[in-house]
């Protein structure tokens, strides 16, 4: 038997990849668009007869948990809804998710709730229900300052 004799290879010079003309897959929405579509596709809706679940209050809890990573993509829709007609409907927006973002995420969203809260009296209603959760005595500060200075405003539209 004669032994084998291996040929020397070739490397080819690598080509650079080219991508394909193919359109990009649209991409998926991110989870806190998916809970923020199923709540606009529920809102303003009606309050529940006393005694009965709120869907409504339920799809604010489902936007919530999306507020520690997401504050950006949460703060559109927490100014639309904080400034609707209905009371009820405000204060869900206030109690969920509004004081806890203002709680986790005061520095980015303070300037623009105290702003929204002087442009909208819906909104500056829906600020005033808040309370203040957090360990942090300056955000406590700030935001009874902001309650004041909504206070005063009232007082001196009226």
Not at 19 to 35: E, G, L
């Amino acid at each position: 038997m004669t032994p084998r004799v291996r040929r020397a290879t070739r490397t080819r010079p690598s080509k650079p990849r080219v991508r394909s003309a193919r359109p990009a897959r649209p991409s998926k929405p991110r989870p806190v668009h998916a809970a923020i579509a199923a709540a606009e596709a529920i809102l303003p809706g009606r309050k529940a007869p006393d005694g009965k679940p709120d869907a409504r209050w339920k799809a604010m809890f489902a936007v919530k948990e999306f507020m520690e990573r997401e504050p950006e993509a949460i703060w559109p829709f927490v100014l639309k809804w904080g400034r609707h007609r209905s009371a009820d409907l405000r204060t869900a927006v206030a109690l969920v998710i509004l004081e806890h973002l203002l709680e986790l995420h005061g520095d980015l969203l303070f300037p623009r709730v105290r702003a929204a809260a002087r442009e909208h009296p819906r909104f500056a209603d829906a600020v005033s229900t808040c309370s203040f959760f957090g360990d942090d005595p300056r955000a406590r500060r700030r935001l009874a300052r902001l309650q004041a200075d909504i206070r005063r405003w009232r007082h001196a539209a009226s």
